[in-house]
């Protein structure tokens, strides 16, 4: 069974700070996403990552895929209350079923 | 185009009561998974149907709880005489036959047993 780690469990920042949640396993991984899950909702999709080594931008959040492909960083820069959430990072196994780490809630006030 | 609908939003059961949770999913999408998510264990796999098929139900409870998608209509994970134990949010994410890789999330059923 593939296990994802992710850390920290909990960051509560102020507005405008910088950030950085990982993702790690012991497993090879063909692709690895990052989802958002915001309280009272369902997670939605934030990227998928598929090459070792591999780094993807999305307006203020920057995704890296290890050169192994056994672990995964999430950067948000300039972190804005709207950031808040909880962030799932999750990879396939089996017939296309998910399995996800337990996440980092992320609290950013003001 | 709207997106997987699930209801009801909220389920209060009863211990022994039945709870039957629906999932309809995005136009067009013939493949439907279920998550659970329990506070202290993050989002499980539960079920992987297709149409009038089940493709995986490893992540299946072996007693009481049951999955089906038909032909018509929308998917139903059902609980028999529910526990409290079996309080959580349960997910249902569908997907396109040719892009199963990119799943798409309902908001969920919160099922509280009292």
């Known amino acids: 069974t593939q296990l994802l780690e992710q850390s920290p469990q909990f960051l509560s920042i102020q507005e405008g700070e910088n950030l950085t949640v990982y993702c790690n396993s012991s497993?090879?991984?063909?692709?690895l996403q990052w989802y958002r899950q915001e309280p009272g909702e369902g997670p939605v999709l934030l990227v998928t990552?598929?090459?070792?080594?591999e780094v993807k931008k999305l307006k203020r959040l920057t995704f890296q895929f290890g050169d192994a492909r056994k672990d995964s960083s999430l950067h948000i820069t300039a972190a804005q209350p709207g950031d808040t959430g909880l962030y799932l990072c999750?990879?396939?196994?089996?017939?296309?079923?998910?399995?996800f780490g337990k996440g980092t809630m992320l609290l950013v006030s003001p | 185009n709207a997106g997987v609908m699930q209801n009801p939003r909220h389920l209060v059961r009863r211990r022994g009561q039945e709870a039957r949770l629906r999932c309809s999913p995005m136009?067009?999408?013939?493949?439907v998974y279920w998550y659970r998510q329990l506070p202290e264990e993050g989002l499980k796999f539960m079920v992987y149907?297709?149409?009038?098929?089940?493709?995986?139900e490893s992540g299946m409870p072996k007693e009481r709880f049951s999955a089906e998608f038909p032909k018509e209509g929308p998917s139903i994970l059902r609980i028999q005489q529910v526990v409290r134990g079996d309080s959580a949010a349960y997910f249902c994410?569908?997907?396109?036959?040719?892009?199963?890789?990119?799943?798409?999330f309902g908001p969920g059923t919160r099922l509280t047993v009292t």
């Open positions: 999750a990879a396939y196994s089996g017939y296309s079923t998910l399995t």
């Open positions: 497993s090879v991984f063909s692709s």
């Open positions: 990552v598929v090459t070792g080594g």
């Open positions: 136009k067009g999408h013939s493949h």
């Open positions: 149907l297709q149409k009038e098929n089940i493709i995986d």
């Open positions: 994410a569908s997907a396109l036959a040719g892009a199963l890789y990119e799943q798409y």
